[in-house]
């Protein structure tokens, strides 16, 4: 398996409808593509998490990459692993606050063999806490 975080720039015009058709869209197409993961909105931009089989996130990757709905997508962190972050999650979904983008934007200005193994973690465990309530 692997893990992919990347973050993009929505195109300005997404309202919650559009969301919402992402959202029906990754949950009906992840739950067979055994992916689970969460997708972050706010501020103007997308982050998201895919993780599962290796071949089947990198697909799904370009296929996203495609979309008009958002644009400038760049890989923050990618790695293997042999556990799920989301496990419960075929794509969990969190409007975040300006500041947990200001976390990203770090992330993201380092080269993503730089970003350190802690800060990706710390992340992470925030997403779980943001999702944890959103329930
Ligand atoms: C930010 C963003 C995240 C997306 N995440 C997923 C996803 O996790 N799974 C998925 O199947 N499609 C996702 N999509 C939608 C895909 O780009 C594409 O529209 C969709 O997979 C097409 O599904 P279909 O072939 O069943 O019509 C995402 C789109 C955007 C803009």
């Known amino acids: 398996m ?12 997404t309202h919650s409808d559009l969301l919402e ?9 992840n739950a067979a593509l055994n992916i ?11 982050m998201q998490v895919l993780e599962g089989p290796e071949a089947v996130v990198l697909r799904l ?3 996203i990459l495609d979309d ?6 760049r890989i923050i962190h990618i790695t293997p692993t042999s ?15 300006p500041l947990t983008f200001e976390e990203v934007a770090n992330l993201r ?8 193994g802690d800060a990706f973690t710390a992340l ?12």
């Not at 058709?21 to 197409?29: A, M, P, V, Y």
């Not at 008009?68 to 997508?73: A, F, G, P, Q």
């Not at 200005?109 to 350190?116: D, I, L, M, N």
Request: glycine share 8%; charged share 25%.
């Open 2 to 13: 692997i893990r992919l975080l990347y973050s993009s720039q929505a195109k300005p015009d």
């Open 21 to 29: 058709d992402i959202l029906l869209t990754s949950r009906k197409n």
């Open 36 to 46: 689970t993961g969460v997708l972050v909105h706010g501020g103007g931009m997308f």
């Open 61 to 63: 990757y370009v296929k």
């Open 68 to 73: 008009k709905r958002h644009t400038d997508s």
């Open 83 to 97: 556990t799920r972050l989301f496990p419960n999650w075929t794509m969990g979904v969190i409007e975040a606050e």
């Open 109 to 116: 200005a380092h080269r993503v063999e730089s970003v350190e």
């Open 124 to 135: 992470m465990h925030k997403f779980n806490g943001l999702l944890v309530k959103a329930e």
